[in-house]
């Protein structure tokens, strides 16, 4: 026979306490608790805390399937991913599935990195679960997903890569103000012949040479090469668009590369021509690779977009959606941190040994 009185202390849980006993504790109706816990009806602030601490302190566990016929919802969000173990995806689905589960959210995954057959099959198997919303994360700005809004009946939310409706929610870092950061920074040091080198054909670095002119116009900076050096996202083309102005005598004491692969390579030709860096060029990178390979360092100064936090964000969204809350429209801009390292900063110990600074 089951004792009467709080069957567990504030240490535990126990799965025999009930709606019952929480509502016994705290001195409302079983159905005011059930519409507390499960965040359905209307219920007082005061109410709803004197619950929370009840359920708290009997070591409550929220039953998910009672919750799921209480509220009628799967409590399952499903996330469609392009190339889900990518390196640039998986911090994104980290986030996303950790503010989920602050949530009792549980996610179920698919992976879009298939063709055209596998790509609807696995739409209609998400549908058919019956999932309360759907995030879909891409592979960043420079990279179209196909808008699936209009085939659900619940909330999508999209991150980190551009919708082709331009209607729907997305969030990614914010190219444009990443531009500013490089900028701010390297005048902040009184770096004045700069240079931008990144990659062609890619809005993401668009937005951050957009950023990055705009903050040096507004500084009254003209760049010593006018438009930026363009090529691919390899540490090959920054050493070879760093070995290209140095053969050509272009004096420069500043350089904000696309990604942290191309400022790699502009770090090993400043080093072969006998440049100090950072003493005689300054160098900011972009994506933090060393945090996203687990392999942090701080040879590189360079610019986070903070992607789990931008999956946590876009998450974050959709679960205020599905309580009710308007989702956004459009393009939603997080912000990235600037991470100094020894390319701008002599202070921090430059290993030319890092396995990420090897061409």
């Given amino acids: 026979m089951r004792q009467s009185g709080p069957p567990s202390g504030p240490h535990g849980s126990d799965d025999s306490v009930t709606l019952k006993d929480v509502a016994a504790v705290a001195g409302v109706s079983v159905s005011t608790v059930s519409r507390a816990l499960n965040n359905i009806g209307r219920v007082s602030d005061d109410t709803r805390e004197r619950i929370a601490s009840a359920a708290q302190r009997l070591g409550f566990q929220h039953n998910a399937l009672a919750r799921s016929f209480a509220t009628g919802r799967s409590l399952t969000v499903g996330i469609l991913a392009r190339d889900a173990l990518s390196t640039f995806a998986m911090p994104v689905l980290i986030g996303a599935s950790a503010a989920l589960g602050e949530h009792d959210l549980a996610a179920l995954t698919y992976n879009l990195d298939v063709g055209e057959a596998e790509y609807i099959e696995k739409l209609a198997k998400l549908r058919s679960r019956r999932v309360d919303g759907v995030l879909v994360v891409g592979e960043g700005q420079g990279y179209r997903l196909r808008s699936v809004t209009s085939m659900f009946s619940v909330p999508v939310v999209y991150a980190f890569g551009r919708s082709d409706d331009d209607r729907d929610a997305v969030f990614v870092p914010d190219g444009r103000g990443a531009g500013r950061l490089a900028a701010e920074h390297l005048l902040g040091l009184g770096r004045r012949r700069l240079v931008h080198i990144t990659a062609a054909d890619d809005l993401a670095a668009d937005q951050r040479a957009e950023g990055f002119a705009a903050a040096l116009a507004e500084a009254g900076v003209e760049p010593v090469v006018r438009r930026p050096l363009?090529?691919?996202?390899?540490q090959q083309w920054g050493y070879r668009a760093a070995r290209g102005l140095l053969d050509d005598g272009v004096d420069v004491d500043g350089v904000f590369c696309g990604d942290d692969w191309i400022a790699l390579g502009v770090q090993a030709a400043m080093r072969e021509h006998g440049r100090r860096v950072p003493d005689d060029v300054a160098i900011v990178g972009f994506d933090n690779i060393g945090g996203l390979v687990d392999r942090p360092t701080r040879s590189l100064t360079t610019i986070d977009p903070r992607l789990s936090q931008l999956g946590a964000t876009a998450a974050s969204h959709l679960v205020d959606a599905l309580h009710g809350g308007r989702l956004a429209v459009g393009q939603q801009f997080?912000?990235?941190?600037?991470?100094?390292?020894?390319?701008?900063?002599?202070?921090?110990?430059?290993?030319?040994g890092d396995g990420l600074a090897r061409l």
């Fill in 230 to 234: 363009r090529g691919e996202w390899t």
């Fill in 334 to 352: 997080e912000p990235c941190t600037l991470i100094e390292g020894a390319t701008t900063q002599p202070s921090f110990a430059d290993d030319p």
